[in-house]
Antibody, heavy 117, light 110 residues
């Protein structure tokens, strides 16, 4: 089954841009249509950030839409996430997830991103 | 979009059954049969245990079952085991072409 691994800087300065990628192994991005990003702030619940189709179309959480960009790295064929103008509230464990229709069978282990100066 | 409402905590003794509710609106839970449930042990990846209201994915225990009535979905865990102690989240597709998670329920095995 497909395995996912998030990567990127673990520390981002306030007002900066958070950038993450999701490495896909034991499969390819073409195995599944939709790829989502989900986050969990410390001590809080899960929050859906958005999704990208392997063709490039996107859907975003309305509350984050103005600051989020998702894309597919065409050379590595990996989903990526950018969140700009970050604040403390963006400190969270970020997960990529995929698999199935309207659900997520496969999740990465998550990466903690801290927003701090 | 507001998070779906779940009880903050539910507890039970080994072998007992517990039920976790997930209440939304007619724009999410009530609109589609696209409610999933995830078990989340801290520090690990969430695990899909129920999709599409009541479907168990391959590998998920048959002790998990799901249902829906109106704007409320429910997860029942029967034969409670120590490994079931975790956080549980529901999620639903919405009429805004987005997803929303529940507030999360901490399950304690007494």
């Amino acid at each position: 089954q497909v395995q996912l691994q998030e990567s990127g800087p673990g520390l981002v300065k306030p007002s900066g841009t958070l950038s993450l990628t999701c490495a896909v192994s034991r499969g390819s991005i073409n195995n599944y249509e939709w790829w989502s990003w989900v986050r969990q702030p410390p001590g809080e619940g899960l929050e859906w950030i958005g999704e990208i189709h392997n063709s490039g179309s996107t859907n975003y959480n309305p509350s984050l839409k103005s600051r989020v960009t998702m894309s597919i790295d065409t050379s590595k064929k990996e989903p990526s996430l950018k969140v700009n103008s970050v604040t403390d509230a963006d400190t969270a464990v970020y997960y990529c997830a995929t698999g199935g229709s309207w659900t997520w069978h496969y999740w990465g282990q998550g990466i903690l991103v801290t927003v701090s100066s | 979009q507001s998070a779906l409402t779940q009880p903050a905590s539910v507890s039970g003794s080994p072998g007992q059954s517990i039920t976790i509710s997930c209440t939304g609106t007619n724009t999410d839970v009530g609109a589609y049969n696209y409610v999933s449930w995830y078990r989340h042990h801290p520090g690990q990846a969430p695990q899909l245990i129920i999709s599409d209201i009541s479907n168990r994915p391959s590998g998920a225990s048959n002790r998990f079952s799901g249902s829906k009535s109106g704007n409320t979905a429910s997860l029942t865990i029967s034969g409670l085991q120590a490994e079931d102690e975790a956080d549980y989240y529901c999620s639903s597709y919405t009429t805004s072409m987005s997803y929303v998670f529940g507030t999360g329920t901490k399950v304690t095995v007494l």
